[in-house]
């Protein structure tokens, strides 16, 4: 168990629609990222906080948006779905942010559009 | 960019054999990750090396570091049935990790 809390685990719906994913890092972690990974494309670095700001952002579509609370818990929204969306999306933690730091994976929250 | 491509795509070995698995990249980093990824299930960090190191130990794994040919390689030894997975490197420089595709390994028993 890395420490790592995503909820929900799976989530189904239907193109068009709004859904939230949430993570909340291992106790004492201030940095949370988000990736996404698909089959085609791999695993790809979407965005990161440190202590509720946002420190780097990666292929994040404008269609996503995240935030890190101050309870360092972070929440990240995927509006206006489509096929493509559908993928594995993984939140990690690590301790200060630094950018080549060991990170510890949630176990994901698996979204299929339909 | 700094994407880390892992060879070969798959690997299929017995149990008890090694199996190695490569990683290249592309720019100046300050350090290498392997990970591993068992099926669907969330990636756990196995080693770091370090731009200034040469090979790692840990266990049954051992990592190379080739920043001259930008390459690493992963050996995994005396493989085990519960080494099935795959395993993805990732690079950290002036970015977050990027990491590569993966090599999906089975080891049968």
């Known amino acids: 168990d890395s420490g790592v809390t995503q909820t929900p685990k799976h989530l189904i719906t239907a193109t068009g629609q709004r859904v939230t994913l949430r993570c909340s890092p291992r106790?004492?972690?201030?940095?949370v990222y988000w990736y996404q990974q698909s089959l085609d494309q791999g695993l790809q670095f979407l965005i990161q906080y440190y202590n509720g700001e946002e420190r780097a952002k990666g292929n994040i579509l404008e269609r996503f948006s995240a935030q890190q609370f101050p309870d360092l818990h972070s929440e990240l929204n995927l509006s206006s779905l489509e096929l493509g969306d559908s993928a594995l999306y993984f939140c990690?933690?690590?301790?200060?942010?630094?950018?080549?730091?060991?990170?510890?994976f949630g176990s994901g929250t698996q979204l299929s559009v339909l | 960019s700094q994407q880390g491509e892992e060879d070969p795509q798959a690997l299929s070995i017995q149990e008890g054999e090694n199996a190695t698995m490569n990683c290249s990249y592309k720019t100046s980093i300050n350090n290498l990750q392997w990970y591993r990824q068992n099926s669907g299930r969330g990636l756990v960090h196995l080693i770091l090396i370090r731009s200034n190191e040469r090979e790692k130990h840990s266990g049954r794994l051992r990592v190379t570091l080739d920043t001259s040919k930008k390459s690493s390689s992963l050996l995994i030894t005396a493989s085990r049935a519960a080494d099935t997975a795959s395993y993805f490197c990732a690079t950290g420089g002036n970015t977050p990790l990027v990491f590569g595709k993966g090599t999906r390994l089975s080891v049968i028993a």
């Open positions: 106790s004492g972690d201030l940095s």
């Open positions: 990690a933690s690590s301790y200060t942010g630094g950018l080549s730091e060991k990170l510890f």
